[in-house]
Every structure is written in C-alpha cells, then in structure tokens.
C-alpha cells in the first residue's frame, strides 16, 4: 500500500500570497493517477487537479499542479478568500486508493 | 448531470451493522464508472472504504476488507454498503463518490452530500 505524505499541516497565509503544498509517496506513483481534491467545512471534497497536473472543469487558473514519481506540488499562485480549506492527494495503484492527510490552507 | 445520495440510519449500535444505500439520480450506474465509498471521522480526515463497478467486481480498503460489502443494484440504479461489527471508531460522515477513468482522466469527479452515521 502506497503512503501519502502531505506537508506542512497547516499553512497559514494572506489573501494574494502564493501557497505551496506537498503530496510525498512512499514509493512511485503513477502521475495519471495523482489527484488534488479541496474540502471546505461541511461540504463534501472537491475535484481540482488531475493527472497531477491539468485542471478539472471549473477550477481557477490560479490552482496548478507539479510533479513525478514519489513528489507531487499543488501550487496556489495567489489565495483568494475562498481557497481557504483543507486540500488532500490521493493516489490509485494497484486496485488500491489512499488519501494524504491534508493540509490546511487557513487565513492568517 | 449525474448527482449522488446516500441514504441509511444516523445511528448504528455497537457490535451491529452499518448499511448505507447510494442512489445514482442523471445518469446510469452500467457506465463506465467505479462507483465509491470515503468515510472522515470528525474533525480528520478521508479514508477510502472500497469501490464497485457495475459488473460486480469491486476492490476493498485492506484495513477494512474483512468487515466491509461493497453491492451494486442495476434495477435500482445504486450501491450500497455493509460494514460490520462497528465501533465507536466508525462513527464518521459517509460519502458515496464517483470515479471516472479515461485515458487521459481519473478522479473522484462527483460526490454525494455525505451522511452521518455515530455509532453508540
């Protein structure tokens, strides 16, 4: 079973600044099956980026996702009041899905 | 456009059996499609519980194989899920989600509203 690392826990930043997170695999993952997804409270997980890098339909250009083998980034180029939540990556491999354990993305 | 509900008891008594139905309402449970289930227990985060495809064939959380039935219902246009033998540590929002798988896609792209399901 693959593990998913996701660092820092919490990133705490300003509307307009540029946010950074990390998906760590334990072993190599196929980037067509890495895939960001953004949960607000009380809402249900949302799909963002897929492919590790292209965009699902309706998500701002200002979300962009990076990366290969056992490193992946999602990259937040400036936060706007509604990014504000907590972002997971997930992966599929071998019949087998697993989620990171988030990041929270929260205002400071 | 597809849409999800999950529908089942909010209250589940130790030692018994958790049963949740997902109805599949704008589009049909035979498409190309494995159809999913993703518990968060308060206040964490997601885990995956299992998938199933309209044939049948589905594939488990390890860590929750043993306890856990995945079904699908073509006549009734949903899936369900069993899981046994609960604990307090399975009290948890439940969602139902589907997967799509192209070639040159993959991800969790819809998702039902969640239900809450407290085992005490």
């Known amino acids: 079973e693959i593990v998913l690392t996701q660092s820092p826990g919490i990133l705490s930043l300003s509307p307009g600044q540029r946010a950074t997170l990390s998906c760590r695999a334990s072993?190599?993952?196929?980037?067509?099956?890495l895939v960001w997804y953004q949960q607000k409270p009380g809402q249900a997980p949302r799909l963002l980026i897929y492919?590790?890098?292209s965009r699902a339909t309706g998500i701002p250009d200002r979300f962009s996702g990076s990366g290969s083998g056992t490193d992946f980034t999602l990259t937040i180029s400036r936060l706007e009041p509604e990014d504000f939540a907590v972002y997971y990556c997930?992966?599929?491999?071998?019949?087998?899905?697993?989620f990171g354990p988030g990041t929270k993305v929260d205002i400071k | 456009q597809v849409q999800l509900q999950e529908s089942g008891p909010g209250l589940v008594k130790p030692s018994g059996t958790l049963s949740l139905t997902c109805a599949v309402s704008?589009?049909?449970?035979?498409?190309?499609?494995?159809w999913n289930w993703v518990r968060q227990p308060p206040g964490k985060g997601l885990e995956w519980i299992g998938e199933?495809?309209?044939?049948?064939?589905?594939n488990y959380n390890p860590s929750l194989k043993s306890r856990v039935t995945i079904l699908v219902d073509k006549s009734k246009n949903q899936f369900s899920l069993k899981l046994s033998s609960v604990t307090a540590a399975d009290t948890a929002v439940y969602y139902c989600?589907?997967?799509?798988?192209?070639?040159?896609?993959?991800?969790?792209?819809?998702w039902g509203q969640g239900t809450t399901v407290t085992v005490s």
């Open positions: 704008g589009g049909s449970i035979s498409s190309t499609n494995w």
């Open positions: 997930q992966q599929y491999g071998s019949s087998l899905l697993t």
């Open positions: 072993r190599s993952v196929s980037s067509s099956y």
């Open positions: 989600a589907r997967v799509t798988w192209r070639p040159d896609y993959y991800g969790m792209d819809v």
């Open positions: 199933i495809y309209h044939s049948g064939s589905s």
């Open positions: 492919g590790a890098s």
